[in-house]
Every structure is written in C-alpha cells, then in structure tokens.
C-alpha cells in the first residue's frame, strides 16, 4: 500500500512539475505531502472542477486530501517557492456560487471530507467547558462542530442557515443568519485562528497575536491564508425553540417591527428573541418552497385573501429559546413580544422543536429536494447587503417590480447592528448603522418555464443590479461576484488600500483563492471558464 501510494504521489508531482515547471526537490514535497493524499482520480478532480453554483468550470491538476496542517503547508510552501509557481485553492463542503474555490493548473486542497480535526490529525473538536470555546479544523462541517459542542451542553452563538458548510468557508465570508443582530456574524465570535499564509508560514493569530493576519483572514475570502483551525466561542446550548411565522402585508410594517426587534439587542434574554430574519413572498408557489413548509397544508395561506400590496407579502420568522428552567415563561415572554407587533391579524405560525432540528432545519428540506433530483441544478444565488435607508426603494424596484409573480426560489430579508461586525476585518457593510440582507436563492430548473432558466434568472440579476446602480442605492455584495478591477476596487471602497496591502504581506504571488478573481498569480495563471463560454479577466 505505501509503496503504491508512493508511485502514486511520484506520478502526480511530476506532472506538476511538466505542466507549471516546478522545480522543487520532488523527494522533499515527497516528504511534506505523504502524510496526506495527493490525489489524481478523475472523480475527484471533477468534484473540485465545480461547485453548488453549477455555473462555472476549472480544470485542476491535482486534489490534496490533507491529514495536517503541514500538508497544507508543505504544498503552500512549494507554490510559492516554485520559480513558475502555480494557484492553490481551499475548498470546504464545495458550496460556492461562482467558482470561488476552484482552479485552472493548480491544485486544489480538499478541507473537508475526512474525520474531524482540530488541527491535529485524527482528532475530534476539542471543547473547552471552563473557557467556554471549541478547536475546529479549518475543514470541519459546522453540523459536526455542533455535534461535538453539545455533549458538553455547549454550542456556538452565531450561525449560518445552513450547517453542512466548512468552519474556515463561512469565516472566509462571514457567516450569518438571524442570530447576527445579537451575536454579529460567525467572524465576531472567532477568538483564535491558524493559518496558512500565501508564504507557506503557519501562524497563529488573534486580537493580540498577529492581529493584521487575524483581521484580514476574517471575511478576506480566502485571499491571505488558509485557516486550519479556528477557536470559535460558545454559549450554554437550548433545549427547545418555539419558532414563529407572522404575515404582513404592509412593507413599512414589516421592516419597522424587524427594524425594532434588532434594536432589542441590549435587552435581558426574556425581553427579546434570539433569530429574527424574514423573507419575501410574491407568489402562492413560495408557500410550499422548502423554506416555507412551515405552513400547514391544511391551513393554506392565500395571497388573494391578505389585502397586500403589489401582491406581494412579507413573513416575519422569529424564535424564542428555551428550557426546563425557562418553559414556564416562555408563553407569557412571546405574546409580550408579539402585542408590540403589527402583523395582519390570524396570521401567526407556531410550532415547538428541538434546538438542533431548527438548527438543522434546512438540511432536511435538502434531502427532499435531493430526492426529486432539484438539488444539483445551477443556483444563480445574489446576495446583497442593502442599508436601510434605501430598503423601501428597492422592495418597490424588485420585490414589486423586477421580480414579476414568480421568483423560482426563497428571497430572505432580514436587517443586522452594524455595530456588531468588527470594522477591521475585510467584509464590507453598507455606511449605515442598521443593513438588510436580502438573498435571492434561487434555482435553474428545466421545466419549460422561461423564467426559471438560468439565463432568465442570471439577467435578472443583472437588472437588480442595474436598478440599485441607478437609483444610487449603495448595495453590497455578500459572497461577492465582480469580473473587473475596477468593480472589485470600488465593491471595497476605503478599504481596498488595506485589502491590497495585506494582499502583498501574506500572499506576494497571488497565489490563493484564484477563484475569486480579485488578484491574477503573478505567473502561470488562466482565467476560469464560465457557462457560455465567456472568459473572465482577472487583477
């Protein structure tokens, strides 16, 4: 077996050596790679040839499977000393949109898949009950950090949706979910991080140890170093939810009491909730959509018997944790809450589940749609970061415009604090204290239907993006998407200056993360393909 794996890993490093010219002792990668797997299969490579989004397309040359951090290193450090070099890229659970974490003549590093770690080979996630915090590898599911947390009756604070997503992926973006107005987004309760510069250097960083790495990795898009572990805090774990869903018809009314229940933040547990997101429904489809099961079926809502506006509603989703200690209250703490609010009348949704099935909750919705063959089609996906003076502006250009009677997937709209994101990491916020995310999740599907193909649905994209431009509505992309320098430079605004500089500190080759199409490697590089056969130019 080792002998075949030898060869194996032979045949594969020279044909690194042929294709980009390396010129590294190939006995020392030998030594730096063999603890891992350095692979060649074609159904790996095609796995890491695409992503979730399904729109784009590289051709890597090689997929490592990483058993420590110093493989990571080991391969890192030879790119970057290779007189040629060539790309390496992080790829988590493969959950992009736009081929974020591929790359064409590179090789990409396969985080997750393998047992987890915490930074140390074979390893479970460390949990530390007296410091209140977990170890996780870098490629670690965040549904196996929760697994491990919770036998300690600990979990973390903040979430994305959507748990099947690697540790080092979302802190890469930032990773939120209707926690983030409270807790801010996953990047806020980071306490520690190690990784691995664009120079091959392991580092461990922090508020107070390599504070320009720790900030930069944060929200940096994969663009100064591969983080192989992260020290994430946590909080004593709930036992149950008692999740609610309210109607509006009224946008202003709908924004206003989301607007006011983020303000709550400051409060004591029973004066607020703990998840406040929303989402959009312009057509009687959406009610079935996997994101709004939540409707009883014998209990249909029909947009036709809701005075709305524009035919358009608006679904408040809150949450309320609890346990033994707290049950007694709970009834009596929501129906407080609620008399505040401005829903349409009999319109409330309730029901009662454990903590880690609402955490869950969209994984199960997945295994539905996998079952009918609709989870592996194109997700043309926009995310957009709007502030809040403006948000009434864009639900009369999209919601009520653009979008028509049919959206071929969830539209989520919900507000954050920005004085919950830590300005100095990379992410860029609007300049208000209060931003919406609205996403638009949707799904290519070949029905016949021109409005659901990708095409339709990448174009309207673009006419969203139109519109905001000129209506001057200062949007921010979330897990963003340019294809030019000069859309990159302004999407970070101030804070390019700084992203470039950092840039040339932990990785002067360019060399991570080609995928994102920010920075061209200072050699040996190529643009990714795209569906259609358009190619991209690259900084």
Not at 7 to 16: D, E, N, Q, W
Request: overall charge negative.
């Amino acid at each position: 077996m080792a002998t075949t794996k030898l060869v194996l890993l032979t045949f594969a490093i020279c044909r690194l050596i042929v294709t980009v010219g390396l010129t590294v002792d190939p006995t020392e990668l030998l030594r730096l790679v063999v603890e891992g797997q350095l692979s060649l299969d074609p159904s790996d490579v095609d796995t890491a040839s695409k992503d979730f989004g399904l729109m784009s397309r590289a051709e890597p040359l090689a997929v490592l499977h990483p058993a420590s951090a110093q493989d990571v290193v080991g391969l890192v450090r030879a790119a970057y000393s290779s007189p040629l070099g060539f790309t390496v890229s992080a790829r988590g659970h493969g959950h992009s949109i736009n081929g974020q974490a591929q790359t064409n003549n590179g090789v990409v590093i396969q985080m997750s898949g393998g047992s987890s770690r915490s930074g140390t080979p074979g390893q479970a996630a460390r949990v530390s009950e007296k410091g209140m915090y977990v170890d996780a590898w870098g490629g670690e599911l965040w549904i196996d950090v929760l697994r491990s947390t919770l036998e300690y009756g600990l979990a973390p604070k903040s979430w994305t949706d959507y748990l099947y997503l690697s540790v080092g992926g979302t802190l890469s973006n930032a990773g939120i979910s209707g926690q983030a107005f409270n807790y801010g987004p996953q990047i806020s309760n980071v306490h520690e991080l190690d990784v691995v510069t664009g120079k091959g250097e392991l580092l461990t960083c922090s508020e107070e140890q390599n504070s320009e790495l720790f900030h930069a990795v944060l929200g940096g898009l994969g663009q100064f170093g591969i983080i192989t572990r992260a020290r994430i805090a946590l909080e004593p774990s709930p036992q149950r939810v008692r999740w609610i869903r309210v109607l509006y018809s009224n946008f202003s009314s709908f924004t206003k009491d989301q607007e006011f229940l983020i303000s709550l933040h400051g409060q004591p547990t029973s004066q607020k909730f703990d998840y406040v997101e929303g989402f959009v429904i312009v057509d009687e489809g959406l009610i079935n959509n996997w994101r709004s099961s939540f409707f009883s079926p014998s209990n249909p809502v029909k947009i036709t018997s809701i005075n709305s506006e524009g035919g358009v509603l608006y679904c408040l989703e809150i949450t309320k944790n609890y346990d033994e200690s707290t049950s007694v209250t709970i009834d009596q703490e929501i129906e407080d809450l609620l008399e505040k609010l401005d829903f349409v009348p009999m319109s409330v949704f309730t029901t009662d589940l454990p903590y880690v099935d609402f955490l869950d909750r969209v994984h199960k919705a997945e295994l539905k749609l996998r079952s009918k063959g609709l989870w592996d089609v194109p997700h043309p996906w926009l995310n957009l970061f709007v502030p809040k003076s403006r948000i009434s502006d864009f639900d009369e250009g999209v919601f009520k415009g653009i979008l028509g009677n049919k959206t071929s997937g969830p539209i989520l709209i919900y507000p954050m604090n920005k004085d919950k994101w830590d300005q100095s990491s990379s992410v860029v916020t609007p300049d208000e204290d209060v931003f919406y995310l609205v996403a638009l999740l949707r799904s290519a599907l070949d029905t016949g239907d021109e409005t659901r193909t990708l095409e339709h649905l990448t174009n309207q994209n673009r006419q969203i993006l139109r519109f905001c431009d000129d209506a001057g509505i200062e949007v921010k992309q979330y897990l963003p998407h340019y294809t030019t320098p000069e859309e990159w430079m302004d999407h970070f605004g101030d804070k390019w200056d700084r992203f470039y500089q950092r840039k040339m500190e932990f990785d002067p080759r360019r060399i991570l993360a080609t995928g994102q199409r920010i920075f061209s490697p200072s050699s040996g590089s190529s643009s990714l393909g795209v569906v259609g056969g358009d190619k991209l130019s690259v900084y």
